[in-house]
């Protein structure tokens, strides 16, 4: 099964990141990860944040790059579980 993997809400409501740049990818394409393994890092204007695995899986699809800008919702990545 392919999970998408989308840029999930960061912070409380009011405070909440609404979006941010690529920093970093943790894991290749083709490479395993187990749920709640660290995928990225999101720079932001306020903090930096580690997207972590919803699920564990192996990474079939990068859908954004290093220095892409990101929006929440927007789709990071495909795992297949």
């Known amino acids: 099964m392919r999970i ?3 840029l999930p ?4 409501e009011e405070d909440a990141v609404r ?3 690529i920093a970093l ?3 290749e ?3 395993t990860v187990q749920e709640g393994g660290d995928l990225l890092e999101l720079n932001t204007d306020k903090a930096a944040f580690v997207v972590s ?3 564990s899986g192996r990474l079939v699809e990068k859908r954004v790059s290093e220095g892409d800008e990101v929006s929440v919702g927007d ?3 495909v795992l297949e579980t």
């Open 25 to 27: 990818w943790h894991v």
């Open 4 to 6: 998408e993997v989308p």
């Open 29 to 31: 394409e083709g490479a």
């Open 9 to 12: 809400s960061l912070g409380e």
């Open 75 to 77: 789709i990071l990545c």
């Open 53 to 55: 695995a919803p699920v």
């Open 19 to 21: 979006g941010g740049t």
